[in-house]
């Protein structure tokens, strides 16, 4: 038995069937090639499932005006180029897996319903603004520049028209007390979330429902995000009450398709110890063997001649 699963796991890499590619979009106020940050996340891929290729989402020429580009820009050209790049990326064109980090979660869902060629099998999304953000995020612990600079231009207002077009953060802003001027002003969540009442994009909805896999995971002490359970879809009514994703229209009207596939077991909803974006070795190696790995137990049920 023993010596027939080894040289199946030979026959698996000779055919190719070995684990499906990675692609990783970081979160804000990181980059694309931080050693310690993305870096770390591909090393312990690659260690947990070796030969697994990963590439991370690289907007802007270096790392530098990569982390830039977490912060200011258009989000729909942003994810424009990414769709782009992705497509060149010979390793990619069979498929393959993704992990969003932060808003990188809800810009691989904006990458699935928008483009998805070639297409991600599971999507998993760390404590992602998937309902957007009531609040703009705070700048965390280290200063950062970037970030501090964002939040006194998104001061001037959420919606005036420069910032709104200029900040990501602004892109996935949504005031529960004024949804009518966010659905009107902001530029990317209510198209994403297909929340316009009289043009539901059907594409959106098909791309979705191919995903294999949703995996929405919530960070339990998340003080980051507002409400933190936004990584749920889960957002607050015009009375400042908390809604589970299951009483929204969004989900009892399936505009995404997101009641299709929890009915169909293909959302898993997820909670990672700890605060935002601090995501112990332990818990991201337990992600990656259970989403990341092929489907090795299926195979193993065939003999190899
Ligand atoms: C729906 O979205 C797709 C992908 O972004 C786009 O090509 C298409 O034009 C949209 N359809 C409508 C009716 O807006």
Request: one cysteine or more; a negative charge; aromatic letters at 10%.
């Amino acid at each position: 038995m023993k010596k027939s699963v080894i040289s199946l796991v030979c026959w698996m890499a000779a055919l190719g069937l070995a684990h499906k590619p990675v692609v990783l979009w970081h979160g804000m106020g990181d980059s694309c090639c931080d050693p310690e940050s993305m870096g770390r996340v591909a090393g312990l891929i690659q260690e947990a499932l070796p030969g697994t290729f990963v590439h991370s989402v690289q907007i802007g020429d270096d790392p530098d005006s990569d982390a830039n580009a977490g912060f200011f820009g258009n989000i729909n050209e942003q994810l424009e180029k990414v769709c782009n790049d992705l497509a060149e990326i010979p390793e990619l064109q069979d498929g393959f897996n993704a992990i969003g980090f932060s808003q990188g979660g809800q810009f691989l869902r904006g990458y699935v319903q928008r483009c998805n060629q070639p297409a991600i099998h599971n999507l998993i999304t760390f404590g992602s603004q998937h309902a957007g953000v009531s609040d703009i995020p705070g700048c965390a612990d280290q200063p950062d520049f970037r970030c501090n600079l964002m939040r006194s231009i998104a001061r001037r207002g959420v919606y005036t028209d420069y910032v709104r077009k200029h900040i990501i953060q602004a892109q996935y802003y949504k005031d529960p007390k004024n949804y009518d001027v966010y659905l009107n002003k902001n530029i990317f969540l209510p198209d994403i979330n297909n929340e316009f009442l009289l043009h539901k994009n059907k594409t959106y909805k098909q791309n979705l429902l191919s995903l294999n896999k949703l995996v929405l995971i919530k960070f339990a002490e998340d003080e980051t995000v507002r409400p933190a359970e936004s990584a749920w879809f889960w957002f607050y009514n015009e009375e400042g009450d908390l809604i589970p994703l299951e009483d929204q229209p969004l989900y009892t009207k399936d505009w995404l398709g997101l009641k299709t596939l929890n009915e169909d077991n293909r959302i898993d909803f997820e909670v990672c110890p700890g605060a935002h974006m601090r995501i112990s070795d332990e818990y991201l190696i337990m992600i990656v063997s259970k989403y990341l790995s092929s489907d090795l137990p299926l195979l193993m049920q065939q003999t190899p001649a």
